[in-house]
T-cell receptor, first 114, second 116 residues
């Protein structure tokens, strides 16, 4: 079965500290992986995506993610968080066809400690 | 550039009343369109998706329906709202038949629905 697991419901980090949000997926074919961010009361904004090539992908706002096929993981990282990074983060997996559905994880809420 | 609009942004409706949420996309043709619901503190649940006018696929049995009367218009409806229909509704679009790098969903700003 296709699924995405984000094991951390809520994470709090201090401003300036590093961040890693975990994501594990189960997908029967070659996965196409995403991270989205959602500010309170807003839609989802794409942070980054991976579909092939270099397993370390760079995104907007200083975020990066690393695809590890052996661990079925696609963890999101940022070396130094800012207060404006406080939001909900969603990992998602889809297929290569434009008709493929995208399956979302349940999200991780990030709070920033001043 | 492509944009996606959802309205209204916020809606408060009594139980048993009808519902109509609208989503339109500009700057692209023949998009795939999606309706998601996000319950408080939960992830996204795909409700409906459409690959063309009049072509609607339902993901979960529920009190809601969707229609696509025009290529870039997607409407979410209900004849009688239930309390459990409360939530945050998101519309999204993606390129139909595009390359793998185009297989991305772009989201609207959402509609907050409260059923009282």
């Amino acid at each position: 079965a296709q699924s995405v697991t984000q094991p951390d419901i809520h994470i709090t980090v201090s401003e300036g500290a590093s961040l890693e949000l975990r994501c594990n997926y189960s997908y029967g074919a070659t996965p196409y992986l995403f991270w989205y961010v959602q500010s309170p009361g807003q839609g989802l904004q794409l942070l980054l995506k991976y579909f092939s090539g270099d397993t370390l992908v760079q995104g907007i706002k200083g975020f990066e993610a690393e695809f590890k096929r052996s661990q079925s993981s696609f963890n999101l990282r940022k070396p130094s968080v800012h207060w404006s990074d406080a939001a909900e983060y969603f990992c998602a997996v889809g297929g290569y066809s434009s008709a493929s559905k995208i399956i979302f994880g349940s999200g991780t809420r990030l709070s920033i400690r001043p | 550039s492509q944009t996606i609009h959802q309205w209204p942004a916020t809606l408060v409706q009594p139980v048993g009343s009808p519902l109509s949420l609208e989503c339109t996309v500009e700057g692209t043709s023949n998009p795939n369109l999606y309706w998601y619901r996000q319950a408080a503190g939960r992830g996204l649940q795909l409700l409906f998706y459409s690959v063309g006018i009049g072509q609607i696929s339902s993901e979960v049995p529920q009190n809601l329906s969707a229609s696509r009367p025009q290529d870039r218009q997607f409407i979410l409806s209900s004849k009688k709202l239930l309390l459990s229909d409360s939530g945050f509704y998101l519309c999204a679009w993606s390129v139909r038949g595009g390359t793998v790098s185009e297989n991305i969903q772009y989201f609207g700003a959402g509609t907050r629905l409260s059923v009282l």
